[in-house]
């Protein structure tokens, strides 16, 4: 007998949303799931300087994964980290991660 499984994005919603609230959906490349993101009353004015600060340091951070994962001694050396890991899926999620980390500190 076949499976029919329900063709909506969502296989139940909990709680409402409201007439303001914006949602955006997107598909998740690990398994193609659809997901829906509601945002309350979006922000529309500029960036603080944290928020700034924050985003400069995530840049920094891809730009330096990016330099470890093309020399080749460091990048064996995260690699073996990483498959002794569960929580991140892609070597280059956990290397940015591990990097943002020292930068933060």
Avoid: C
Wanted: no cysteine; glycine share 6%; proline share 3%.
């Amino acid at each position: 007998m076949a499976i029919i499984k329900n063709s909506t994005p969502f296989d139940s919603i909990q709680k409402k949303f409201s007439g303001s609230d914006e949602i955006h959906f997107r598909n998740r490349k690990k398994d193609n799931a659809t997901i829906g993101v509601r945002v309350k009353n979006p922000y529309d004015g500029g960036q603080s300087e944290a928020q700034q600060a924050v985003r400069n340091a995530f840049k920094a951070a891809q730009t330096q994964a990016t330099t470890i994962l093309a020399d080749p001694e460091q990048r064996a050396t995260y690699e073996a980290k990483f498959k002794a890991q569960k929580k991140y899926i892609t070597l280059r999620g956990y290397v940015v991660a591990q990097v943002f980390k020292q930068i933060g500190e």
